[in-house]
Each structure stands twice: as C-alpha cells, then as structure tokens.
T-cell receptor
C-alpha cells in the first residue's frame, strides 16, 4: 500500500526566506510523486511531478523538489518566498495506476 | 477552456435528503474521480471511473453512488445525506495512465456541502 506523510500542518516563513515543505512517502513499487497547490476557494493545481526522469524536478512559480530514494522523501523548496505563495500544498504518490494518494496538506503562511 | 466544471458550488441539505453533484470535463479525459476534502485529512478518494459506463470504489465509498453515462460527465449521488458527509467535494479527471505514464489530475473548483 502507498502512503504519504507531510511533516507540519502549518509552516510560516517571512517574505524572501527559504520555503521548505517536507514530504515522505511509502511505496512498494517505484513511485510517481507530485506536489499540488491549492489557493483559497479553488481546486488543486499541479506544481510539479517526478516520473523517474530526473531526481531534481523544477515546477512552476520557482518551486522545485528533489527525489531521494534512500530517504523516501520528496521535499518541496523555493529559495525566496513571495506573498502570493501563501496556499495549501499537497504531496501525492501514485504507482502509475488509477489511484493517487494525497498527504494531509501543509498550509504555508508568508509574513511581510 | 473550461477544464473541469462542478455544479453546484454550494449546497445545504437536511439529514436524510438526497442530492446529486455534477462534474463535466471538456478535455476528453478517460479517467474521472470524486474526492472529499476534510480538514487535516487531505483528499480521500470516494469513487472513480476509468471509462464511460464503468465505476469503482475508492477509499471512502459508503453513502455515495456514482454514474458515468457519458465520457465527459461523472455524477456523485448522496441517497440519504448524513452530517458526516459535510465536506468539500472535488471532481478531477486525467488521461489514461497508459498514455501519460504519470496520472496528472485536473481538478474542478469544488462543491461545498453542508448537511444539517
């Protein structure tokens, strides 16, 4: 069975500071991994995805994530936070089949 | 492009009432899904469909039924609503994983349901 654990339900950073959102996964097969972002009162949008082509994945809005098999992690980072990054972020895993399993989400707050 | 459209956006029901949420996608996606989102629990899969006329149960199917009579539409029904079904419901769609490898989901804006 697959699962996703996101460490920290809330993360607060200052504008211009590094953003680090943590995600660990469990999968019995090589996984596909995703980060989705949800802005208030909207649906989720794909931020980036890992499909085994490269361990460092770049996404939209300056975000990137690194797949580390030895640590079963897929942490999301952005060098410099912007006020517009305030949202909820979801890590997700798939075995390449029909289903995608989501983490509980991490809400990012950005302070001016 | 409309993408994935959900109706209604908001609904208040009394316990025991029934209702149907409608999801429509215009991207010719094979797969469609219904999720519910509850605070601190992320998204949980209710039902999904891998093609017209086929449906399957997800993680939390009890109390819900679905139908996919047309490729572009996926309906979620509550036969007898309960307060535990108060949630935000999201529809999503994707291409077949056999075509795309990774199952990238396109989501609707959500339907907020309150059961009193």
């Amino acid at each position: 069975a697959q699962s996703v654990t996101q460490l920290g339900s809330h993360v607060s950073v200052s504008e211009g500071a590094l953003v680090l959102l943590r995600c660990n996964y469990s999968s019995s097969v090589p996984p596909y991994l995703f980060w989705y972002v949800q802005y208030p009162n909207q649906g989720l949008q794909l931020l980036l995805k890992y499909t085994s082509a490269a361990t460092l994945v770049k996404g939209i809005n300056g975000f990137e994530a690194e797949f580390k098999k030895s640590e079963t992690s897929f942490h999301l980072t952005k060098p410099s936070a912007h006020m517009s990054d305030a949202a909820e972020y979801f890590c997700a895993v798939s075995d390449g089949g029909f289903k995608t399993i989501f983490g509980a989400g991490t809400r990012l707050f950005v302070k001016a | 492009n409309a993408g994935v459209t959900q109706t209604p956006k908001f609904r208040v029901l009394k316990t025991g009432q029934s209702m149907t949420l409608l999801c429509a996608q215009d991207m010719n996606h094979e797969y469609m899904y219904w999720y519910r989102q509850d605070p601190g629990m992320g998204l949980r899969l209710i039902h999904y469909s891998v093609g017209e006329g086929t449906t399957a149960k997800g993680e939390v199917p009890d109390g819900y039924n679905v139908s996919r009579l047309k490729k572009q539409n996926f309906l979620l029904g509550l036969e007898s609503a309960a307060p535990s079904q108060t949630s935000v419901y999201f529809c999503a769609s994707s291409y077949s994983h056999r075509l795309s490898g990774a199952n990238v989901l396109t989501f609707g804006a959500g339907s907020r349901l309150t059961v009193l």
